[in-house]
């Protein structure tokens, strides 16, 4: 495989949000990009101006409702992440090493920006854990979260991968893929530019109702963006399509590089027991282990993704609080919940899948 680097910051996915209009001022994601550039260092960190919360999967609506109730302005904000996608991975984009001196620079940067544009805070959601130590910074707090990945611990197949876990779960998983073949429903997974412009519209199509099913909106992404990235950068995608006699009746999304599995959006024309779990984990795993990836990130929430084999990890934000009041505040709500994710993450290791080791 060629080296395939993180799909989320490349450029070319960044652009494509703006370029298509999925991102803009109008839809409340300002790009104000920041880069340090000097004779050491071109780094390049996204930057966005917010007037509201939505899309960004690291909830902070009680925090704006608590400024409203005090008569104070949340909105609007700063935050480094990437659109709609609460994926984990680098905020940093540059060939050479940031230094912590580096990052003091680009928080010194950004606390002037939101003092030009009256931003109240400042968000980094999903960085990776090992950029965690250079983000460490005194003005910034530190979130908890957790989401459920998938690890290849060198599995050859699907089957492979099976034999890990108990039997009753191994029944449970194989009985559910056999009742997907029993309605007739055949599953390829397509890469680049193997999926026709016939499959990316009845995706969009199907990514469209399912945001209508599941909250009465449109999604946040254009048609247009879909195109760019399929034209753009197709070496790190793929689409697993579901056929009953031929006809596609349903699609996931995933994006992929050196290392990881990132499943993204799935829609159905129709109610079919399972198909959900064939589309966006089971064959998403068989995509893993076939391509050797060591992880299989499919997306935020589903506490159901631990029985089949997802195991919880947490995720990290930081945050830089104007209000010194309300910075004190959310750091003592941030210890509490600290400790009750910490309780979840324990609770759900318990109901994973796989055989005790002796």
């Known amino acids: 495989m060629k080296d395939l680097s993180y799909p989320f910051l490349r450029d070319t996915f960044l652009q494509a949000l703006e370029d298509s209009g999925s991102v803009s001022a109008e839809t409340g994601w300002t790009p104000i990009h ?3 550039k000097d004779k050491e260092l071109n780094c390049f960190m996204p930057l966005y101006l917010k007037d509201h919360s939505m899309g960004e999967y690291v909830f902070d609506y009680a925090w704006a409702n608590a400024y409203h109730q005090n008569g104070l302005d949340y909105y609007p904000k700063l935050v480094t992440a990437i659109p709609f996608t609460p994926s984990t991975g680098s905020r ?26 009256q931003a109240s805070s400042w968000h980094i959601l999903f960085p990776n854990d090992s950029e965690l130590p250079l983000l460490h910074d005194p003005r910034l707090l530190k979130r908890s979260g957790v989401q459920y990945h ?21 029944k ?8 997907v073949t029993n309605q007739g429903i055949d599953i390829r997974v397509l890469c680049g530019d193997e999926i026709t412009t016939d499959l990316w519209q009845l995706f969009y199509r199907l990514y ?27 070496e790190q995608i793929a689409m697993a399509v579901a056929n009953i006699e031929s006809e596609p009746i349903a699609c ?18 129709g109610e079919y027991p399972y198909l959900h779990f064939e589309l966006c984990y089971y064959s998403g795993i068989e995509f893993a282990i076939k391509m050797e990836l060591q992880r299989y990130d499919a997306g935020a929430q589903g ?36 400790v009750a994710i910490q309780h979840h993450i324990e609770q759900a290791l318990e109901m ?7």
Do not use: C
């Open 92 to 117: 940093l984009r540059s060939k050479q090493a940031v230094t912590q001196t580096q990052w003091g620079q680009l928080v010194d940067e950004v606390t002037n920006i939101a003092e030009e544009t």
């Open 208 to 234: 469209q109702r399912t945001y209508a099913k599941r909250n009465g909106t449109r999604g946040y992404l254009t048609y247009d963006f879909f195109q760019q990235i399929a034209i753009k950068m197709p």
């Open 34 to 36: 920041l880069e340090l």
């Open 150 to 170: 998938w690890f290849n611990k060198d599995y050859n197949s699907f089957d492979d991968y099976l034999l890990a876990m108990t039997s009753r779960k191994r």
């Open 352 to 358: 994973l899948p796989f055989k005790q080791s002796k």
């Open 303 to 338: 506490e159901h993704k631990l029985v089949r084999g997802f195991e919880p990890i947490r995720t990290y934000s930081l945050h830089w609080i104007r209000h010194p009041e309300f910075k004190d505040a959310i750091a003592r709500y941030l210890d509490q919940e600290n």
């Open 172 to 179: 449970m998983i194989r009985k559910e893929r056999q009742e």
């Open 252 to 269: 996931a999304l995933y994006l992929f590089d050196n290392d990881t599995l990132y499943g993204r959006y799935w829609g159905s024309l």
